[in-house]
């Protein structure tokens, strides 16, 4: 994951990530909050199926108070 959205953060043409079901937890979520405060053109993201909980959300909303692009979170 780390190495995906290393790659993303300045991506210009990939709009929609769909990461559903890779067990992705809390302790992997800086990686995306790193994504969506840097990234400008990810329109939707699909985390659908991890195991991020409530401590993971919280960094993921955290970062999209930086974040204008993103329209869809599931």
Known sequence: LKAL???LISNKTVHSLYIRGNSIGADLTHYLAD??????TLMSL????????????AVIADALKANTSLR???
Request: charged share 25%; hydrophobic share 40%; with cysteine.
């Open 5 to 7: 959205c290393e790659a």
């Open 35 to 40: 994504l969506l405060k840097m990234n400008k």
């Open 46 to 57: 699909d985390l659908w199926e991890n195991s991020i909980d409530h401590h993971g959300a």
């Open 72 to 74: 869809n979170l599931y």
